[in-house]
């Protein structure tokens, strides 16, 4: 599951910084991938018959009562206003749909086969941001590209015991590195906290708008699953500030990959599962093309 928040503040290099934060915002970023991890096993927890609104619901509502207080104390309330709320809700609008698709994906397929699937949004993203962005692709991302595809064809294992959770998946993919890319367009004018204030308000409103038709009143465990799952996504967000805060993001994106760790660790303690051998070797390829598109996105952007 690929969490990067390109638009948060970054320090302008590595070499400028103490080792003591870098080391910081590594150990921050791995909290926060973890916390998310943890978001879609408390979810996962609730049991297939409620709607994955419900948890965009809680999710959304709880995290701003953590978060919104604590960007009010930071930059007061003049820094919520926007001259581009079309761009925020069509932004929050791809990135709620994608958690949403993911929330009802893990009903029927193991974490650590839906966290392989979503680990190629960097995939998605560098297509996209040809029509989008005008940016331009070189032959050896392209390569890497179509290598990317064929691990997620593997893992998605079509010709073995294929799951429709598995399709959500890839959906909520397409939908986060649709996102990722109206974040990058957003951050030319838009500070980090406005864009994940804007996003929380369209999850809780969006929901609100759905529930009506979907509600199914949970169990008191399934409440407090739901509210643990709103908790940890506040705090997995806040991290992810942090992380980028103290460390640039070059130094710390790789450690996004730690979710399939995350994955694995809740599927084997809380349901006994490990991954197959299709997903295990369809994750290494997709985390492999990743990191090198990664590592050729930081050497052009070195250059320039």
């Not at 969490?3 to 791995?30: E, Q």
């Not at 109206?182 to 804007?198: D, G, H, N, R």
Request: aromatic share 12%.
């Amino acid at each position: 599951m690929s969490t990067s928040n390109p638009s948060s503040p970054t320090p302008s290099s590595d070499d400028t910084l103490p080792r003591h934060s870098l080391v910081l915002g590594i150990l921050c970023m791995v909290g926060s991938i973890g916390a998310l991890a943890a978001m879609q096993m408390f979810v996962k927890l609730t049991g297939p018959e409620y709607s994955p609104f419900q948890a965009v619901f809680f999710r959304n509502s709880v995290a701003a009562v953590m978060i919104v207080p604590f960007m009010l104390w930071a930059n007061g309330l003049s820094s919520l206003h926007t001259k581009r709320p079309f761009g925020h809700f069509l932004r929050s609008l791809s990135g709620v749909l994608g958690n949403a698709s993911f929330y009802y994906a893990y009903m029927s397929i193991p974490l650590s086969d839906g966290m392989t699937i979503s680990m190629a949004m960097p995939i998605f993203a560098t297509i996209l941001a040809i029509p989008l962005l005008g940016e331009k692709v070189g032959m050896r991302r392209w390569i890497a590209i179509l290598i990317g595809f064929g691990g997620v064809v593997v893992a998605l294992d079509p010709a073995g015991d294929f799951q429709m959770g598995s399709l959500f998946a890839l959906i909520g993919t397409v939908l986060w590195a649709i996102s990722l890319i109206l974040i990058k367009k957003l951050a030319q004018t838009e500070t980090p906290s406005l864009i994940v204030f804007y996003y929380m308000i369209t999850g809780f409103l969006v929901s609100v708008v759905i529930l009506p038709f979907v509600w199914i009143t949970p169990t008191q465990e399934h409440l407090i699953f739901y509210i643990a799952a709103g908790v940890v996504g506040g705090i997995g967000q806040l991290l992810m500030t942090y992380a980028m805060k103290f460390a640039p993001a070059a130094v710390v994106t790789p450690f996004e990959y730690t979710a399939i760790c995350w994955a694995v660790l809740f599927d084997l303690l809380i349901w006994n599962v490990l991954p197959d051998l299709m997903t295990t070797i369809g994750a290494g390829i997709v985390i492999a093309t990743g990191l090198y598109i990664w590592h050729r996105e930081t050497k052009i952007h070195r250059t320039k």
